[in-house]
Structure formats: C-alpha cells, structure tokens
T-cell receptor
C-alpha cells in the first residue's frame, strides 16, 4: 500500500526557520509535491522534486532523498501569513507517459506566532 | 483569467438526495480530478479523467459518479449511496504534457448533508 507521513501540527515564531518533514513508502514513485493550503481554501503549488537534492525558491526550499523515502520543506523568515497546512504529495506513475496520480499525506498545520 | 471554478462554495442537502457539484476549467487542460477532504485528513482521490469521454475510479469512488462530455467540464454527483457525504470537495486539472505535472485546484465546494 501507499503510506505518507507528516507531523500533524507544528508551531514556530515569526522570523524563524521551520522544517516540515515527510516520509513515504509508495510504489511507482516518480516525484514529490508540496502544496500550501489556507483554511477553507484550495491548495496552491509550492514545489516539485523528482531528483535528489535541494530546490530553492525564495523563502521556501524543498529537499528530496529517494533512497531514504524522505523529503522536507524549509520555510525561512517566517511570516504570519505562512500559517497554513502544508501537504506532501507523491506522484505515482501508473501506465503511459503522463498518466499518474497524486497521493497526499494528511498535511501539517503550521501556526506562526508573534 | 484562466482558472478552475467550482460552484456553489457551500451546498446543503437532505440525506437521501443526489447532488451534483460542478467543476469548469478554461485552462485547456486534458486531465481533471475530484478529491475529497475531511478534517485532519489528506486529499483522497474520488475519480479522474485523462481525456473526454473517459474516466477512472480513484481510491474512494463508491457512492459517487462523474461524466466528462466536454474537455472543460467534469461534474461530480454525490449519490444517496455515499454513506458520509459531508466533506470539502476539490476539483483539480492539469495538462498532460510530459513537462508539467502540477495540478491546479479550484476553490472547493463544502457539502453538508443532514
């Protein structure tokens, strides 16, 4: 079966750095997404990793280790607006080029406090 | 403006009634998806469609039905057979070009069945 684990909740201080971890055990793994979701709203894309290593995009960075089944999202210089849920999702390739599904973790609710 | 629209944002129904949730996109995307989100849970895939007139069951298709008669539209019917229909429903789409894997999400419909 597919299994994706993330911490349920995290709290961090404005201006600090926080790392949200995601571990996965899946078959057909072909990449990992991070999405941000504010309460009651649609998820919005943050990053996509398919190769091992770190991808940096402004205040957000994402890391992937395929051999360890591990990823993390790093948020720097935290702002109050970063309070949201962060969803880890594995791209699973089924059959045919471009044919895939996303399997989501349960999400990590991040609270940024002053 | 290109995007995905879901209407209405909030929907209330009595138990035993079928209800159809709309999803329309003008992004010219081939693939469309329906997810369900419950409190404290990740997104779970209900149905997806790679092309017009074709769709596949996801992980939790029981009690739901879909159609894909037009590229831009992918309505979801929640039938009376769905035991716990109250949830937040999200529609997503993506291009099936192999260089792009990001799914774009609509704003969601919160369905309450009493």
């Amino acid at each position: 079966g597919q299994n994706i684990d993330q911490p349920t909740e995290m709290t961090a201080t404005e201006g600090a750095i926080v790392q949200i971890n995601c571990t996965y055990q899946t078959s057909g793994f072909n990449g990992l997404f991070w999405y941000q979701q504010h309460a009651g709203e649609a998820p919005t894309f943050l990053s996509y990793n398919v190769l091992d290593g770190l991808e940096e995009k402004g205040r957000f960075s994402s890391f992937l280790s395929r051999s360890k089944g591990y990823s993390y999202l790093l948020l720097k210089e935290l702002q109050m607006k970063d309070s949201a849920s962060y969803l880890c999702a594995c791209r699973l390739l089924y059959s045919g080029a471009g044919s895939y599904q996303l399997t989501f973790g349960k999400g990590t609710k991040l609270s940024v406090i002053p | 403006d290109g995007g995905i629209t879901q209407s209405p944002k909030y929907l209330f129904r009595k138990e035993g009634q079928n209800v159809t949730l709309s999803c329309e996109q003008n992004l010219n995307h081939d693939a469309m998806y329906w997810y369900r989100q419950d409190p404290g849970q990740g997104l779970r895939l209900i149905y997806y469609s790679q092309i017009v007139n074709d769709f596949q069951k996801g992980d939790i298709a029981e009690g739901y039905s879909v159609s894909r008669e037009k590229k831009e539209s992918f309505p979801l019917t929640v039938t009376s057979a769905q035991k716990n229909p109250t949830a937040f429903y999200l529609c997503a789409s993506r291009t099936t070009g192999t260089s792009s894997y990001e799914q774009y999400f609509g704003p969601g419909t919160r369905l309450t069945v009493t």
